[in-house]
């Protein structure tokens, strides 16, 4: 079982930043892709970004591309979001995914591990 612990949501003007960070709990001898997905009121959730393990690939919502930039951290345990020039349709609940393959993250699976999820709006 793996948790993840989501942080670094709030309030922000539209063209601010934020960083999102994914903590996850260790497992041993399992190595995890890690992704962004958001859910806005009455909407679907929706894919945002993703990162394998090596940090070697990486996938972008068209949405988001050249605005965001995932990353993981030296322990590998962590992923953040980096949120450049936000805009108001940014506004959603963002949910940390992890999965066995990168592929399966990027899909949603349900095979997937899901945090909580943090709050970002941005004001216009």
């Known amino acids: 079982q793996v948790q993840l612990a989501e942080s670094g949501g709030g309030l922000v003007q539209a063209g601010g930043s934020l960083r999102l960070s994914c903590a996850a709990s260790k497992r041993t001898g399992t190595s995890y892709a890690m992704g962004w997905f958001r859910q806005a009121p009455g909407k679907e959730r929706e894919f945002v970004a993703a990162?394998?393990?090596?940090?070697?690939?990486?996938n972008y919502a068209d949405s988001v591309q050249g605005r965001f930039t995932i990353s993981r951290g030296n322990a590998k345990n962590t992923v953040y979001l980096q949120m450049n020039n936000l805009k108001p349709e940014d506004t959603a609940v963002y949910y940390c995914a992890a999965g066995e393959k990168l592929a399966m993250v990027v899909a949603g699976s349900m095979n997937n591990y899901w945090g909580q999820g943090t709050q970002v709006t941005v004001s216009s």
């Open positions: 990162i394998n393990w090596s940090g070697s690939s990486i």
